[in-house]
């Protein structure tokens, strides 16, 4: 990862979305943008162009991120995916796609995102 990389977070559960943005800042990146549910997030992916995302799959009111994700994907950003399911099953359902399991931390989001870094987009 880039240490002057941006980054676009998608988390609906608002402490979770502190606790991890901050995490993300330690990281490295030098723009952290946390939007809370998907039309702010588009709103934000509209305005600018991020060197990643991450990205929590399942959002209130049944809303689901993974189309969101792949069209980022398409324009060349590196997407991670955040689950409370497990990351293999979830890879081996959504080929192509990286995921990562919550709980969050540096760890387990620098591996994810590390391999969507590697992934051929």
Same mark, same amino acid.
């Given at each position: 990862m880039?240490?002057d990389?941006?980054?676009?977070y998608l988390e609906?559960e608002?402490?979770?979305?502190?606790d991890?943005?901050?995490?993300?800042?330690?990281m490295?990146? $030098?723009e %952290?943008?946390? &939007?809370?549910?998907?039309?702010? =997030?588009r709103?934000? /992916?509209?305005a600018?162009?991020?060197?990643y995302?991450?990205?929590d799959?399942n959002?209130g009111?049944?809303?689901?991120?993974l189309p969101?994700?792949?069209?980022l994907?398409a324009?060349? $950003?590196? %997407?991670v995916? &955040?689950s409370?399911y497990?990351? =293999?099953?979830?890879? /081996?359902e959504?080929?192509?796609?990286?995921?990562?399991?919550?709980?969050?931390?540096a760890?387990?989001?620098?591996?994810a995102?590390?391999?969507a870094a590697?992934?051929?987009?």
């Amino acid at each position: 990862m880039p240490p002057d990389g941006t980054i676009l977070y998608l988390e609906d559960e608002i402490i979770i979305a502190l606790d991890t943005a901050q995490t993300l800042t330690e990281m490295g990146f $030098v723009e %952290v943008a946390v &939007a809370h549910n998907l039309r702010k =997030a588009r709103r934000l /992916a509209e305005a600018q162009r991020f060197d990643y995302a991450l990205l929590d799959v399942n959002l209130g009111d049944g809303e689901v991120s993974l189309p969101f994700g792949q069209e980022l994907i398409a324009n060349g $950003v590196r %997407v991670v995916f &955040a689950s409370g399911y497990n990351r =293999a099953e979830m890879e /081996a359902e959504h080929p192509g796609l990286v995921f990562v399991e919550k709980p969050l931390n540096a760890g387990n989001i620098g591996a994810a995102l590390a391999a969507a870094a590697s992934d051929p987009a």
